[in-house]
């Protein structure tokens, strides 16, 4: 966190058990307060995929875990990559058995683009996880695209 940043106090209320659950966690985790800890929480949701506005420009992961036997699904999957090669960034595929395998794509873009790609993965028959995940969303951009 930036040194000139304000920051603001406010309270939160919560049960006693609920509080206990979250300090047992905070210390699991490392966190030197709660305030930390909050902190975190309210960064991710934030960053929540499900509830960014479609237009946002972000970065992120697609992780899929397939089974490469089945037949078609490979070449999909290396076709697909290809219609969407200006959102990826980089893979990763990772031979987790004889049958299975692991897919980290490292993607870049405008959120319902990225939604897009993923739901195509998350549909096909042999693929057993897929997830988008976003790690960044990149604010300026978004608001530049909003003004054109």
């Not at 089945?70 to 990772?94: K, P």
């Amino acid at each position: 966190m930036p040194s000139k940043e304000v920051l603001t106090r406010f309270g939160v209320s919560m049960p006693q058990d609920l509080i206990e659950q979250f300090d047992k966690l905070i210390s699991e985790r490392g966190y030197d307060s709660r305030s930390e800890a909050i902190r975190d929480l309210v960064r991710k949701s934030l960053i929540d995929p499900n509830h960014l506005q479609s237009t946002n420009m972000v970065a992120g992961t697609i992780v899929i875990m397939y089974n490469h036997h089945f037949v078609g699904l490979t070449n999909y999957l290396l076709e697909l990559q290809h219609d969407y090669h200006h959102e990826i960034i980089s893979t990763m595929h990772v031979h987790i058995n004889h049958h299975q395998c692991l897919e980290i794509i490292v993607v870049r873009g405008v959120l319902a683009k990225l939604r897009q790609m993923h739901q195509m993965i998350q549909v096909q028959k042999g693929v057993f996880y897929a997830e988008l995940s976003v790690t960044y969303v990149d604010e300026q951009q978004t608001a530049h695209k909003s003004e054109a």
